[in-house]
């Protein structure tokens, strides 16, 4: 539960960095408070990366069971951690982490004119499954399968 407060500043900044790279700030993740940021810690499986105390990435999966799938949110790291293999790592928790579950694939949305974004899920096995405007702005549907 201590995490919480970094949690909330990770999530904050990226996606501050975000609404820039993408040109709005119609983004849900910025009105987020800490509430909701407990709410998720207390009912989502959340991922902290921590370079001694502080909390410097993190991301949130709900899992759907039936499905066997589970989708991934509010993934970011704070930006003078970028290019240190961070996010990286996070994410081959979380592939270890659901294969363990036994879940098949995992989807996440990001900005579809982000193409760092996009490059960075291409490298990590994940591809576009579809493309939706319902945020306002072309919004990409990525998977990646474990197999």
């Known amino acids: 539960m201590h995490d919480i407060q970094g949690i909330f500043e990770v999530t904050k900044q990226a996606f501050l960095n ?4 993408i040109g709005t700030d119609n983004i849900d993740a910025l009105s987020e408070d800490y509430c909701k940021v407990k709410s998720d810690v207390l009912g989502k499986h959340v991922y902290v990366a921590c370079i001694g ?12 069971d039936k499905e066997k799938t589970a989708y991934l949110s509010r993934f970011g790291v704070l930006q003078e951690y970028y290019n240190l293999g961070v996010g990286k ?9 659901m294969i363990s579950m036994g879940v098949k694939k995992i989807y996440l949305h990001t900005a579809s004119k982000a193409s760092r974004l996009i490059n960075f899920y291409y490298r990590q096995g994940f591809y576009i499954e ?7 702005y072309p919004r990409a549907l990525l998977v990646k399968e474990l197999f």
């Open 18 to 21: 975000y609404a820039k790279m």
């Open 53 to 64: 105390s502080r909390v410097v990435g993190s991301l949130r999966i709900e899992l759907n």
């Open 89 to 97: 790592k996070l994410l081959n928790l979380v592939y270890a982490e």
């Open 130 to 136: 579809s493309v939706s405007y319902d945020k306002g």
